[in-house]
């Protein structure tokens, strides 16, 4: 993914397998309107489109692209697999202790813990492995407070780390998780995206959302397995197929207003508003690709983000995301990139306008 810069970048950020050597070409900005020349090239609907606006503006107005800056990638703030809090050492019971537990059903969840395949448990398994034990640890130093009084204020202090740096431990399981940044990771192509989109995804996000304050305050009654099925939704990777799809929109349409605005200082598109061949051609290129093709698909993805991003934002907020400065920082970026795309759009449609009216109007 790239940051938006001042200039545009690039086309396209992906590539099809079989276009590398082309898309490489589109990539940097060096031959914007190539695809339509290529043969045999599997270019998605949403990317041949622009393709071909891009192409024909630049031919009907007779104008040079503007010479792009290299990309600069957006990234999901990285991973920290098993991440634990760092008093959990501090708490580890020695065998004696352990088998001191035994009448408790906190026994066999410790046991559980303990064991090989506890030992290399995904990080959701562990983060509810501490909610589980918060709510059976009670019982328990109940039960060990008269024989073994130092044992139950061990698991007392235990408890009371556990239970205090739980938000931040469910933070990071879900915002730094292989599941949510799979979600944001830049795809090759778009394939037939925003067409088809994750029909269920929304209902996993506000299962999420539902689950942050159960969770946080180790009353949540799921099983991890529960949690890692409404995690699932992210590996599929819209947001990151979103935020390629916008990056796309300004590229694209920032070169085109640049090239519009150049026509414009040398000479109106029509004079005394009778039309010209050139200016019926642009109409027809608007029309048929711009208003024909790109509009609907900037439609679908904007109806996507407007679906998706409040519940993103919802979760980011109420998991206290902004106490992660990386993570922060993503946000803005990602935010920005949107913001440009749409910024690009509402540009795009008014010089349009602009351009038209010596002709009396597209229409």
């Given at each position: 993914m790239r940051q938006i810069l001042p200039e545009p970048a690039s086309l396209h950020q992906r590539a099809v397998a079989n276009c590398s050597a082309h898309a490489g070409l589109l990539r940097f900005g060096l031959l914007f309107y190539a695809l339509l020349t290529l043969t045999g090239c599997d270019s998605t609907a949403w990317e041949n489109g622009l393709s071909r606006y891009l192409g024909g503006a630049a031919r009907i107005l007779e104008q040079s692209l503007p010479k792009p800056l290299a990309p600069k990638p957006i990234s999901v703030p990285p991973t920290q697999s098993k991440i634990r809090l760092g008093q959990q050492a501090e708490h580890r019971l020695d065998l004696l202790e352990y088998l001191k537990t035994t009448p408790c059903a906190?026994?066999?969840?410790?046991?559980e813990r303990n064991s090989s395949l506890g030992q290399f448990a995904a990080d959701s398994t562990r983060l509810i492995y501490d909610v589980d034990f918060l709510q059976q640890v009670d019982a328990c130093i109940k039960a060990l407070s008269q024989e073994n009084p130092e044992l139950a204020d061990r698991l007392t202090k235990a408890a009371a780390d556990k239970r205090e740096g739980l938000p931040a431990l469910l933070r990071t399981t879900i915002l730094r998780g292989t599941e949510y940044r799979l979600?944001?990771?830049?795809?090759?192509?778009?394939?037939?995206y925003p067409a088809k989109v994750q029909s269920d995804l929304e209902v996993d996000i506000k299962g999420l959302v539902a689950d942050i304050g159960p969770i946080s305050n180790g009353t949540y009654k799921g099983s991890a397995s529960d949690l890692d099925t409404k995690l699932s939704g992210f590996k599929k990777g819209e947001g990151g197929l979103m935020l390629t799809a916008?990056?796309?929109v300004f590229v694209s349409l920032?070169?085109?207003?640049?090239?519009?605005?150049?026509f414009q200082k040398k000479r109106p598109l029509c004079y005394l508003e009778r039309t010209n061949p050139r200016a019926e051609q642009f109409r027809?290129?608007?029309?048929?690709?711009?208003?024909?093709?790109?509009?609907?698909?900037?439609s679908a993805l904007n109806r996507r983000t407007y679906a998706l991003m409040p519940l993103l934002r919802q979760l980011e907020d109420d998991l206290g995301a902004?106490?992660?400065?990386?993570f922060r920082s993503f946000i803005e970026a990602r935010d920005q990139r949107i913001a440009a795309g749409r910024q690009a759009l509402r540009d795009h449609v008014a010089l349009i306008g602009d351009l038209f009216k010596s002709c009396g109007g597209l229409l």
């Amino acid at each position: 993914m790239r940051q938006i810069l001042p200039e545009p970048a690039s086309l396209h950020q992906r590539a099809v397998a079989n276009c590398s050597a082309h898309a490489g070409l589109l990539r940097f900005g060096l031959l914007f309107y190539a695809l339509l020349t290529l043969t045999g090239c599997d270019s998605t609907a949403w990317e041949n489109g622009l393709s071909r606006y891009l192409g024909g503006a630049a031919r009907i107005l007779e104008q040079s692209l503007p010479k792009p800056l290299a990309p600069k990638p957006i990234s999901v703030p990285p991973t920290q697999s098993k991440i634990r809090l760092g008093q959990q050492a501090e708490h580890r019971l020695d065998l004696l202790e352990y088998l001191k537990t035994t009448p408790c059903a906190l026994h066999q969840l410790i046991s559980e813990r303990n064991s090989s395949l506890g030992q290399f448990a995904a990080d959701s398994t562990r983060l509810i492995y501490d909610v589980d034990f918060l709510q059976q640890v009670d019982a328990c130093i109940k039960a060990l407070s008269q024989e073994n009084p130092e044992l139950a204020d061990r698991l007392t202090k235990a408890a009371a780390d556990k239970r205090e740096g739980l938000p931040a431990l469910l933070r990071t399981t879900i915002l730094r998780g292989t599941e949510y940044r799979l979600f944001w990771k830049s795809p090759q192509t778009l394939g037939d995206y925003p067409a088809k989109v994750q029909s269920d995804l929304e209902v996993d996000i506000k299962g999420l959302v539902a689950d942050i304050g159960p969770i946080s305050n180790g009353t949540y009654k799921g099983s991890a397995s529960d949690l890692d099925t409404k995690l699932s939704g992210f590996k599929k990777g819209e947001g990151g197929l979103m935020l390629t799809a916008w990056e796309d929109v300004f590229v694209s349409l920032t070169v085109v207003n640049k090239m519009i605005i150049a026509f414009q200082k040398k000479r109106p598109l029509c004079y005394l508003e009778r039309t010209n061949p050139r200016a019926e051609q642009f109409r027809a290129l608007v029309r048929t690709i711009f208003i024909g093709r790109i509009q609907p698909q900037i439609s679908a993805l904007n109806r996507r983000t407007y679906a998706l991003m409040p519940l993103l934002r919802q979760l980011e907020d109420d998991l206290g995301a902004s106490a992660d400065p990386d993570f922060r920082s993503f946000i803005e970026a990602r935010d920005q990139r949107i913001a440009a795309g749409r910024q690009a759009l509402r540009d795009h449609v008014a010089l349009i306008g602009d351009l038209f009216k010596s002709c009396g109007g597209l229409l």
